[in-house]
């Protein structure tokens, strides 16, 4: 299997040298599935986040049972999934390598032109 360019299931949506930011789309289609990526290189190393929106349908719930769940956990438990074909987890995890070298190398390069 290779690596695609441009790679199904994967944009990337801004670049700022040391950030790296790609939406990763769901398999299903569903652009509420999706979920997006941040590479980021700070001053000691380099950090990965993953986040989505999530949306609850709140009005299926029990209004009483939810808060009664707030008020002892602290939080209400909501679970997002992304569905990635073959082809898509590997255009995922070759994304992620490859942006993690980018931003360490700029990093890198920015460091040592500023000393």
């Known amino acids: 299997m290779k690596n695609q ?37 700070d001053s000691s190393n380099v950090v990965v986040s993953i986040n989505t929106q999530l949306k609850s349908n709140w009005y299926q719930f029990s209004r009483w049972k939810t808060i009664w769940t707030l008020m002892t956990k602290g939080f209400v438990d909501i679970e997002e999934s992304v569905i990635m074909n073959e082809q898509q987890a590997y255009n995922y995890a070759n994304t992620l390598l490859s942006a993690v070298n980018d931003v360490k190398e700029f990093k890198n390069a920015n460091s040592k032109a500023n000393s």
Do not use: F, R, S
């Open 5 to 41: 360019k441009p790679a199904m299931g994967v944009m990337q949506t801004h670049e700022w040298g040391d950030v790296k930011v790609y939406k990763i789309t769901c398999d299903c289609g569903d652009d509420g599935h999706a979920h997006n990526l941040w590479v980021e290189a």
